[in-house]
């Protein structure tokens, strides 16, 4: 492990990593594809000569057709009575060049080679790599020495001495599953048949957790080959008609082909492809997290609707119960205002007019008054006409205004409407305002809540050195999956800690303990399975052994507290069907230790590792385009992970030897206490700041803080005795807390105080006055 280790040697970052595109890499470098399938399958011998303390390497690749790459075979020793002279032509150039690939890794038909020969050049004076041959003497291969051995003597008796080791280059293929599937045609692990390894569909996935689930048949390259073709002969053979389906596709790939759709790209066997360990890891302690806080949630939001008392405010049942009371307040005052509308309408129509005519009766006037002086009688005929008319207009206009006048005056004597109506519409409308207001805070803090013991989790598992990446959809990446598991014990009885003091109902605390105390006993299993996962040594056999039997209890462990045993009452919580649980207990990870015995050895961490300093790399760039861009991030990337950077590296850390101060404490929303703790604050209601005027007035109108009830459809249950929106709900409260100053509905004070500051109501908060 490491990113020493990492040696790109090509890259396409502009394009989508998906099996079109891996294709054509394949196609424009076909020594990639062969290089990558002839180490995989332990064609690739590198070959030491020594000679006195010098030493010539080279490699050799075997292309004999019955090769097994179970049961590779070695060349034969090298022979130290012969040699091969190249007097009359040498073999490698004068200027003492880097020597062509084709000529240092040479490609040998290991059946036809019955002896091994050194290559002496007498020019040169040294030996210039080794010659193959076969049963005849027929030279069948010649590899050269990467750096030449230079001969101590002039004659041949030097080389008695010489030792040949032959080193078998192995290799496995590690990637993450979604590129497997792409390399190997198939569908993913969405699909019926999701693993790539067995025959396995995944509605019956969750029998391995009972222990009941068959063997399921192993794949093998062969078999995706064979699965290949029937997928492409159905396709071939099937008519337009049929192909016009919408399931043709499915139907094939679900009851032909085992949801395989394509040849593989690469000829490699399956066993030498690793399980992607890193991700079982990281997807099997996502689901660990998920199912801790869907338990915590299920006790929270049972002690929401049983528990009764000051901390009911941190459930988001309480927010939603207050917003539905709040909406439906909000349907009263709407249907008050149209009631009160009807009244002073006409009024405000009457109001209008008069407005109106008044200022066209003012225009009028101030057109008379206006003096004319005309040039010519022509001229003064036409101002007359227009001043006659003007005349007549005013007079007009002060007939109808007497006319609104008579009319207002009698609907108010009539008592249709007056001036403590237009009051009432104004404290309505005053109403609506602030509940759209609370409405609209609630809305958020209900939207963003989740739940409070999600955030307590979250605190929990931060403050013990865990995060969640909110940027992998709340995935614990890299090293925090061992951390979470370490740590299992204080995670847990951290959360008991804070969520203990909130639960009111005993029975409810007791399903709150036993709860914690079996996810503590699943993690601490957890534990130990991750530690041989992550190891990059070879594990010996009892540690094997000590795997499996820790693989079979944890997934008894879970099995029980997921369908057996479940510790909280009405909970039903679903056993994860994933393809990574899969690959653990059924049984794939196990195989793959025992043939290579190691995991963490082989898999794909330090290859994930490179993804976050490569997209660095592009981000820096992201000036530049096209091959410019691919040969900056190329050679920056080799220059960060050199093998002497990570030297001097290492060197400079033993050198310097000293205390990092701890960071300055970050600023804190809400009070805190003295000694330090970090808990909630529970403080008094402040005196405050009186309300306004107007909001004092709509308090008191009796009439529009009345007895409501929520609908049936907003009740939790049918049959539930009804919820009432009782006077208190609707009175209007000041927010004091650091200066707020914001008018809520009581219903949504409390909410508001501890989702904005972090302060719990204390008992008997709810009779506080409205000026609080």
């Given at each position: 492990?490491?990113?020493?280790?990492?040696?790109?040697?090509?890259?396409?970052?502009?394009?989508?990593?998906?099996?079109?595109?891996?294709?054509?890499?394949?196609?424009?470098?076909?020594?990639?594809?062969?290089?990558?399938?002839?180490?995989?399958?332990?064609?690739?011998?590198?070959?030491?000569?020594?000679?006195?303390?010098?030493?010539?390497?080279?490699?050799?690749?075997?292309?004999?057709?019955?090769?097994?790459?179970?049961?590779?075979?070695?060349?034969?020793?090298?022979?130290?009575?012969?040699?091969?002279?190249?007097?009359?032509?040498?073999?490698?150039?004068?200027?003492?060049?880097?020597?062509?690939?084709?000529?240092?890794?040479?490609?040998?038909?290991?059946?036809?080679?019955?002896?091994?020969?050194?290559?002496?050049?007498?020019?040169?004076?040294?030996?210039?790599?080794?010659?193959?041959?076969?049963?005849?003497?027929?030279?069948?291969?010649?590899?050269?020495?990467?750096?030449?051995?230079?001969?101590?003597?002039?004659?041949?008796?030097?080389?008695?001495?010489?030792?040949?080791?032959?080193?078998?280059?192995?290799?496995?293929?590690?990637?993450?599953?979604?590129?497997?599937?792409?390399?190997?045609?198939?569908?993913?692990?969405?699909?019926?048949?999701?693993?790539?390894?067995?025959?396995?569909?995944?509605?019956?996935?969750?029998?391995?957790?009972?222990?009941?689930?068959?063997?399921?048949?192993?794949?093998?390259?062969?078999?995706?080959?064979?699965?290949?073709?029937?997928?492409?002969?159905?396709?071939?053979?099937?008519?337009?008609?049929?192909?016009?389906?919408?399931?043709?596709?499915?139907?094939?790939?679900?009851?032909?082909?085992?949801?395989?759709?394509?040849?593989?790209?690469?000829?490699?066997?399956?066993?030498?492809?690793?399980?992607?360990?890193?991700?079982?890891?990281?997807?099997?302690?996502?689901?660990?997290?998920?199912?801790?806080?869907?338990?915590?949630?299920?006790?929270?939001?049972?002690?929401?609707?049983?528990?009764?008392?000051?901390?009911?405010?941190?459930?988001?049942?309480?927010?939603?119960?207050a917003l539905k009371k709040a909406r439906r307040y909000k349907v009263f005052l709407?249907?008050?205002?149209?009631?009160?509308?009807?009244?002073?309408?006409?009024?405000?129509?009457?109001?209008?007019?008069?407005?109106?005519?008044?200022?066209?009766?003012?225009?009028?006037?101030?057109?008379?008054?206006?003096?004319?002086?005309?040039?010519?009688?022509?001229?003064?005929?036409?101002?007359?006409?227009?001043?006659?008319?003007?005349?007549?207009?005013?007079?007009?206009?002060?007939?109808?205004?007497?006319?609104?006048?008579?009319?207002?005056?009698?609907?108010?004597?009539?008592?249709?409407?007056?001036?403590?109506?237009?009051?009432?519409?104004?404290?309505?409308?005053?109403?609506?305002?602030?509940?759209?207001?609370?409405?609209?805070?609630?809305?958020?803090?209900?939207?963003?809540?989740?739940?409070?013991?999600?955030?307590?989790?979250?605190?929990?598992?931060?403050?013990?050195?865990?995060?969640?990446?909110?940027?992998?959809?709340?995935?614990?990446?890299?090293?925090?999956?061992?951390?979470?598991?370490?740590?299992g014990n204080q995670i847990y009885s951290g959360i008991l800690e804070e969520l203990?003091?909130?639960?009111?109902?005993?029975?409810?605390?007791?399903?709150?303990?036993?709860?914690?105390?079996?996810?503590?006993?699943?993690?601490?299993?957890?534990?130990?399975?991750?530690?041989?996962?992550?190891?990059?040594?070879?594990?010996?056999?009892?540690?094997?052994?000590?795997?499996?039997?820790?693989?079979?209890?944890?997934?008894?462990?879970?099995?029980?507290?997921?369908?057996?045993?479940?510790?909280?009452?009405?909970?039903?919580?679903?056993?994860?069907?994933?393809?990574?649980?899969?690959?653990?207990?059924?049984?794939?990870?196990?195989?793959?230790?025992?043939?290579?015995?190691?995991?963490?050895?082989?898999?794909?961490?330090?290859?994930?590792?490179?993804?976050?300093?490569?997209?660095?790399?592009?981000?820096?760039?992201?000036?530049?385009?096209?091959?410019?861009?691919?040969?900056?991030?190329l050679s920056d990337y080799l220059f960060q992970t050199a093998s002497f950077m990570?030297?001097?590296?290492?060197?400079?850390?033993?050198?310097?030897?000293?205390?990092?101060?701890?960071?300055?404490?970050?600023?804190?929303?809400?009070?805190?206490?003295?000694?330090?703790?970090?808990?909630?604050?529970?403080?008094?209601?402040?005196?405050?700041?009186?309300?306004?005027?107007?909001?004092?007035?709509?308090?008191?109108?009796?009439?529009?803080?009345?007895?409501?009830?929520?609908?049936?459809?907003?009740?939790?249950?049918?049959?539930?005795?009804?919820?009432?929106?009782?006077?208190?709900?609707?009175?209007?409260?000041?927010?004091?807390?650091?200066?707020?100053?914001?008018?809520?509905?009581?219903?949504?004070?409390?909410?508001?105080?501890?989702?904005?500051?972090?302060?719990?109501?204390?008992?008997?908060?709810?009779?506080?006055?409205?000026?609080?």
């Open positions: 492990q490491g990113q020493e280790h990492v040696h790109p040697f090509t890259e396409y970052s502009g394009a989508k990593d998906d099996r079109d595109n891996l294709a054509k890499v394949y196609e424009e470098h076909p020594e990639m594809k062969r290089g990558i399938e002839d180490i995989i399958r332990r064609k690739v011998l590198y070959v030491e000569v020594k000679i006195g303390e010098q030493v010539g390497s080279c490699m050799v690749v075997n292309t004999d057709a019955a090769h097994d790459y179970k049961n590779p075979k070695p060349l034969p020793d090298l022979d130290t009575d012969a040699v091969l002279s190249s007097e009359a032509t040498s073999t490698r150039s004068d200027d003492d060049k880097a020597v062509p690939l084709d000529r240092y890794a040479v490609r040998v038909d290991f059946s036809r080679v019955k002896s091994t020969t050194l290559i002496r050049s007498h020019n040169q004076n040294c030996y210039e790599g080794l010659v193959f041959k076969d049963e005849q003497g027929e030279r069948v291969g010649t590899s050269l020495f990467k750096t030449p051995i230079a001969c101590t003597t002039t004659s041949d008796q030097d080389r008695h001495g010489c030792k040949m080791n032959q080193v078998l280059v192995m290799g496995v293929l590690a990637s993450d599953l979604q590129l497997l599937c792409a390399l190997f045609g198939h569908q993913g692990a969405a699909s019926k048949w999701f693993c790539l390894f067995c025959l396995l569909q995944q509605s019956q996935s969750k029998d391995e957790f009972a222990g009941n689930a068959q063997e399921p048949t192993q794949r093998t390259l062969e078999s995706i080959k064979a699965d290949a073709q029937q997928y492409e002969e159905h396709v071939n053979n099937a008519t337009e008609q049929e192909k016009a389906k919408s399931t043709f596709k499915s139907d094939v790939t679900q009851n032909c082909s085992h949801s395989i759709t394509d040849k593989p790209l690469l000829d490699i066997p399956l066993d030498c492809i690793t399980y992607a360990s890193m991700h079982v890891v990281l997807g099997l302690t996502k689901w660990l997290v998920d199912l801790t806080i869907a338990g915590y949630k299920e006790i929270e939001k049972k002690a929401a609707v049983t528990d009764e008392g000051k901390r009911q405010v941190v459930f988001g049942e309480t927010i939603e119960l709407t249907e008050q205002l149209k009631d009160t509308e009807a009244v002073v309408t006409s009024q405000h129509i009457i109001a209008a007019k008069i407005t109106a005519l008044t200022e066209e009766w003012e225009e009028v006037r101030e057109l008379n008054d206006q003096h004319f002086s005309p040039d010519a009688n022509s001229e003064l005929s036409q101002r007359e006409l227009q001043i006659a008319e003007l005349c007549q207009r005013e007079l007009q206009i002060e007939e109808e205004l007497e006319a609104l006048g008579q009319q207002l005056s009698s609907e108010s004597e009539a008592g249709t409407g007056d001036s403590s109506d237009i009051d009432h519409v104004k404290m309505i409308l005053e109403q609506i305002c602030i509940t759209n207001e609370s409405i609209r805070e609630l809305e958020e803090y209900f939207n963003n809540h989740g739940s409070h013991s999600a955030r307590v989790i979250d605190k929990v598992l931060k403050r013990n050195g865990v995060d969640q990446a909110t940027y992998f959809k709340g995935a614990i990446v890299g090293n925090h999956c061992m951390t979470f598991a370490q740590k203990e003091p909130i639960i009111e109902n005993a029975s409810l605390k007791s399903e709150l303990r036993d709860f914690t105390e079996r996810m503590k006993a699943i993690v601490a299993v957890w534990y130990k399975v991750q530690r041989v996962i992550k190891s990059t040594e070879k594990q010996s056999i009892e540690s094997i052994n000590q795997f499996e039997e820790n693989t079979n209890q944890l997934r008894i462990l879970i099995n029980k507290i997921c369908k057996d045993d479940v510790p909280i009452s009405g909970w039903k919580p679903r056993l994860t069907r994933s393809l990574k649980a899969h690959l653990l207990f059924g049984g794939h990870l196990l195989r793959q230790l025992r043939v290579w015995g190691t995991l963490g050895g082989i898999d794909e961490q330090n290859i994930e590792s490179a993804h976050a300093i490569w997209n660095k790399l592009l981000r820096q760039f992201g000036a530049t385009r096209g091959k410019e861009l691919q040969m900056k991030v990570h030297n001097g590296i290492d060197h400079v850390k033993k050198e310097m030897k000293r205390n990092l101060k701890s960071s300055a404490a970050t600023r804190r929303t809400a009070p805190r206490r003295e000694d330090g703790d970090d808990t909630i604050v529970e403080a008094e209601q402040c005196a405050g700041v009186a309300i306004s005027d107007l909001a004092s007035i709509i308090n008191a109108e009796v009439a529009l803080h009345p007895e409501l009830y929520l609908t049936e459809e907003d009740q939790e249950s049918n049959g539930a005795q009804p919820t009432k929106v009782s006077k208190e709900d609707t009175m209007i409260h000041m927010c004091t807390e650091r200066n707020c100053k914001k008018l809520r509905l009581k219903l949504a004070l409390d909410i508001h105080r501890y989702e904005s500051h972090q302060i719990l109501p204390v008992i008997g908060d709810s009779n506080a006055g409205p000026e609080s």
